[in-house]
């Protein structure tokens, strides 16, 4: 810290900063105070952040596994994906659309499913990003629908972070193969670029389902190619991303037969151009256009007269773009307004029998959004600051929606913050639950359904002792109005959407986190949640407890340490429950001179192969069984 | 899936992706980034007419805390017509400063001596509701600053508009 640094060495820190204009300082980021992530306690939310320096700690691959080690929050995986579960829901036959997933503050969740993609689906990979953001709580006022529980915001390296090239290859146990490309820098008019290539290739393991009574080895393959582009000039930024991962499903769901490789392929592309300028002194204005794409097709073998392949099928592409105005003008207010308009002009869905060719379902759509925002941002005193925010949306075939939200936070001294947190979120029901029907096989649309709304109430504590000591408490009520579930109409037999009732999730979080000069890092957090419907029924797929412990030893005999614990407690399915388990991944790192390092990872070290509820599609299977300990061994380099 | 041949356009367009720009800058130091802020907001205050007698502009300050060690490096800045003097002094004996950094613990010193012309500077929080004129903070990140307008306008200063629209939080009266 700057407090043990010789006086010369402050002095030229000092030289380089002093005849910067005050609008660049103030710009500046601090390299030395904290070695938290450092979010400011004046933010409006509870935000969370997973850096750089945690991912390569911890092995993280994937956003998921970034996420999993955060307060609160469970992942579970069918083999299809990866489910965020957060603040005790993960309803196990939604396909993640109530969080938002941004790409730099660019809305990516796909236009038939609204789905979150978090796992090895997911669009980037970790060597790309700089950090995961995870905003708790409603922010429908600011970003529209599907902002239910939270969003998840990943930031890309910049070139000048990369600044060279930084190649990856990974083998693993399951015949895994992973390897990257990045290059980045800054060129010499100041212009900022960055691509980057991820492949990967896991041929799948052995995976025991006692429904069946046998194993099925190797038909749990995932495979995927990213690809990621990024420029920047001024305020100009341009960037796109690319990718296809293909995934096999052991598990035999919706009736397939079990044994036979099944193939699901999920594609998504985005460009992005967003441009930021300050037209005027107090003004500030942010122009964005994206286009993205999103393609899946999954074939699912069934038994017959001669055995059948059933495809499934949808594609997306959407079109929009955002005008955004941030003024400064007002002393003491930094207001912030906004609209936003969206073209899904095609969503499509079909479901068909390929050989003999028999076409149950085929869908063409298209739909709107739009939307306008405004936000205050008031700082009455230097410990009274005020957010106010409401959003307006009209999204096509239903009325618009409001969404408000309100943080008052209490700074009673440097080191605390308090907030008091109220929102309004909704979600209209995705193009999949609205329009899917498999030729009344199993599930039929659900034309009726209507938009979800939750009201949510958080009181939080965060608190520094010192500059190595980190604690933070909140308390919670989420109450979902309407929750979209699906259900079986008893007229015939079929699952269908429906607005299922309400749901009410009250809970508690503490945490603990330590970081020294050294580098130690230790973290843990503590969750207490209890999440019943209308009928005060435990919600499937919501563990009461979860606990986390993470911690991260530099230089431990030359080698560096990381190790988590994730404790998930016992877990309600469709027919019983599900015990609790505690994962322990373990990564050690050992760097080999300036340019490389070697990294060796195990997760799940106790080889626990614990189980996740599973929805009812799935059936006989209730939980689904995980892979169990696997490892990986890295090389990582940098010229 | 054509993925070998994704990879090597990919290598193609960094191959000609052309020359390699400056080392990119060192993010600063805590303590140099306040002083920095500090000295940039001081060039922007408008003394009471006769109370700037000399050309050299006389900047005190009150030992205590890391700011208060790191403003030494100001000493021989340039400042207006004149350079920067800095001068470690004693909370009570403020005759002949123009602008006074006191650390957190020390503000309520200087009420008894508030003066017109005398500009107050600290850092920490809350401190502007104690009377600071300037107070600078560290916001997550970054470095914010917070004016006391109203105490700054009864010692006859004024502070320009750029100032204002930059501060993070103003107290009027």
Known sequence: ?639 | MGTPRTVCTLLLCLAVCGPVGPARAQPAGDVALRVAVLYNIVQFVQWPEGSAGAKDFHFCVVEGDELAAGLGTLEGQPLGAGKVRVRTVASGQLTGCQAVYLPAAGIAAPRAGREAGLLTLSSGHGLVEQGVMVNVVQDGKRVAFDIGLGALRRAGMSVSAKVLRLARYVKED
């Open chain 1, 1 to 639: 810290m700057m407090t043990g640094l010789p006086a010369a060495a402050q002095e030229l820190a000092t030289l380089d900063t002093l005849h910067l204009p005050l609008e660049s300082l103030l710009k500046l980021e601090v390299s030395s105070v904290s070695k938290f992530p450092q979010t400011t306690l004046d933010a409006p939310a509870l935000v969370r952040v997973v850096e750089r320096d945690d991912m390569r700690a911890f092995g993280y691959h994937t956003v998921a596994d970034a996420l999993r080690g955060l307060p609160g929050i469970d992942v579970t995986q069918d083999h299809s994906y990866s489910f965020l579960g957060v603040r005790g829901f993960n309803r196990p036959d939604d396909y993640g659309s109530r969080v938002l997933l941004l790409v730099d503050g660019l809305r990516l969740n796909d236009g038939i499913y609204d789905q979150a993609q978090v796992g090895s689906e997911a669009i980037l990979d970790t060597p790309i990003l700089k950090r995961v953001e995870y905003f708790a709580g409603p922010t429908s006022s600011l970003y529209g629908g599907n902002g239910l529980f939270g969003v998840v915001n990943l930031v890309t390296r910049s070139g000048a972070e990369i600044d060279g090239w930084e190649p990856r290859v990974e083998i693993g146990t399951r015949r895994s193969r992973r390897s990257s490309l990045a290059f980045g820098r800054t060129l010499a008019g100041g212009q900022d670029v960055v691509f980057y290539a991820s492949l990967a290739d896991d041929g799948g393991g052995s995976l025991r389902f006692d429904e069946y009574g046998a194993s099925a080895s190797r038909l749990d393959g995932d495979r995927y190619a990213k690809f990621f582009a990024k420029f920047t000039a001024g305020g100009l930024r341009l960037s796109a991303g690319f990718n296809r991962r293909t995934k096999d499903n052991p598990a035999a769901p919706y009736g397939t037969r079990f044994g036979v490789a099944s193939e699901g392929m999920d594609e998504q592309a985005f460009v992005e151009a967003a441009y930021e300028s300050m037209p005027g002194e107090t003004l500030s204005r942010l122009v964005r256009l994206y286009a993205n794409h999103y393609r899946y097709r999954a074939d699912w073998p069934f038994a017959g007269t001669p055995n059948y392949v059933n495809r499934d099928r949808a594609q997306a592409q959407v079109a929009g773009g955002e005008y955004r105005l941030t003024y400064r003008g007002l002393a003491n207010h930094v207001v912030v307004g906004g609209v936003e308009v969206r073209r899904n002009w095609r969503l499509d869905q079909g479901n068909a029998d390929l050989n003999p060719a028999f076409t149950y379902l085929d869908v063409r759509r298209a739909a709107n959004t739009a939307g306008a925002y405004a936000q205050d941002e008031w700082r009455l005193s230097e410990r009274w600051l005020f957010n106010a925010g409401l959003r307006f949306d009209k999204v096509s075939d239903f009325s618009g929606e409001w969404s408000p939200r309100l943080a008052a936070i209490y700074r009673p001294d440097g080191a605390t913050a308090i907030k008091l947190l109220y929102g309004r979120a909704f979600r209209a029901p995705n193009q999949y639950e609205r329009f899917y029907g498999d030729g009344n096989v199993t599930q039929k649309p659900s034309p009726g359904a209507k938009p979800e709304r939750i009201t949510t109430q958080e009181l939080a504590l965060e608190h520094f002792l010192g500059r190595e000591f980190r604690l933070g408490a909140s308390l919670f009520h989420y109450d979902l109005e309407g929750a979209l579930e699906q259900r079986i109409d008893p007229a015939d037999g079929l699952s269908r959407y429906v607005n299922g009732g309400n749901i009410h999730v009250v809970g508690g979080e503490i945490e603990a986190e330590y970081r020294n000069e050294a580098g130690l890092r230790l973290k843990s957090s503590l969750t207490h949640q209890e999440a019943r419907d209308e009928d005060r029924r435990w919600l499937t797929n919501s563990p009461r407890n979860l606990a986390k412990v993470q911690a991260y030893f530099p230089a431990l005999a030359g080698w560096d340490v990381g190790v988590e614990f994730l404790g998930t407690g016992r877990r309600r399915t469709q027919l019983g429950d599900v015990g609790g388990y505690g994962l322990v991944n373990l990564t050690v790192n050992r760097r080999l001179g300036a340019e490389a390092e070697v990294r060796l990872g195990v997760t799940d070290l106790g080889n626990r192969r614990h189980r996740d509820p599973t929805p009812g599609y799935y059936a006989p299977i209730d939980a689904m069984p995980q892979v169990g300990r696997q490892a990986f061994l890295q090389w990582l380099g940098h010229f």
